[in-house]
């Protein structure tokens, strides 16, 4: 098969989706049932090295210029398959397939398809071929209010890099952030006004009451965003922004080591689709918490691999990240191996085949 890729984040992009994005296309482009894949994303580098078999266009940041331009490549360069990676640009992916009589897969995130949609969404939802789902969280929402048959919709977790594993910490960052003799209570992820529900203030919330047990205790924040000064305030009315500290994004070579810095992973999510970070925690070593209401239940394997509480339930939660502050524990980083590579890369190429069959 050739690939026309449609993604929101290609490779060079950040965050979640874009390394979805990147370990799909990887994994795609090593399957023996794929011959080529073109990608036009929407935010990515040209410059980002790419796997073999692989071309990238360069970024169109604008809806209409994007549609312009898929619709340019689509029409000019012979492709078999059409891939969707974000439900939102599924009407534009749904619509070039049925013009060019091929064929489109479509891939689903979180809370973007866990209500019901308006009907050019619906209507392409129904035009694919094949849906896949990041967790079987998003995968029953989905089903909720589209009138697919269920087999056509897929579960596809993410999968955990091999450059995540237990680590010595590197003593330069302990220095950065001045944490000799701290506990530490890590959470990695966007600090994002539209995504609040990654639970950031739950954690500053319980600061007060995390320190009367654990006065040692510091809640180490990695990622950016547009939230970040709701959370400072928060943490002045809380009277704890002296142990709130806000590291801001780091390179993707550095995250590995920002994980070794902690006692504890803990992102009470109440609308996380998967949530690459509690495997990479775990992975890393770290005793991971999370929620149960929504997709992180398959990143924590049902509790094998973290575990589960009701991010609502503020006494649980104080209970569970004491607990581990108390008492360092590790995950048994063996439970993590289901989300491997060669793991994620045999279920990519099962689903190939299938799918140009």
Known sequence: MRI?????????????????????MTALSQSSAVSAISILPR???TRAALPAGVRQYGAVGGKFAWTRRALE???RQPCDVIFCGHLNAAPLAAAIARLAGKPYWLQVHGIEA???????????VDRATLVTSVSRYTRKR???WVDLPPERVRVLPNTVGSEFAPRAKRQDLI??????GKRVI???????????????????DIMPSILHKVPQAIYLIVGSGDDQPRLEVLAREHGVQDHVIFAGQVPSTELADH????????????????????????????????GVCDGSADALADGAIGQMVNPRCREQLLSEVVKNLQVRATTATDRVQRFSFSNYSGHVDQLAKTFAH
């Open 175 to 180: 220095e950065r952030y001045r944490l000799a």
């Open 142 to 144: 989905l089903l909720d």
């Open 114 to 124: 866990w209500q019901p949609q308006g009907a050019a969404k619906r209507w392409a």
């Open 259 to 290: 994980m070794a810095l902690a006692d504890v992973f803990a992102m009470p999510s109440t609308g996380e689709g998967f949530g690459i970070a509690f495997l990479e925690a775990a992975a890393t070593g770290l005793p991971v918490i999370g």
């Open 73 to 75: 490549i689509a029409f």
């Open 43 to 45: 935010f990515g580098d």
């Open 186 to 204: 890590l959470t990695v992820g966007r600090i994002s006004a539209q995504e609040r529900y990654k639970g950031h203030d739950r954690i500053i």
């Open 4 to 24: 026309l890729a449609l993604l929101t984040d290609g490779f060079g992009g950040r965050g979640g989706i874009a390394r979805y994005n990147q370990d799909l």
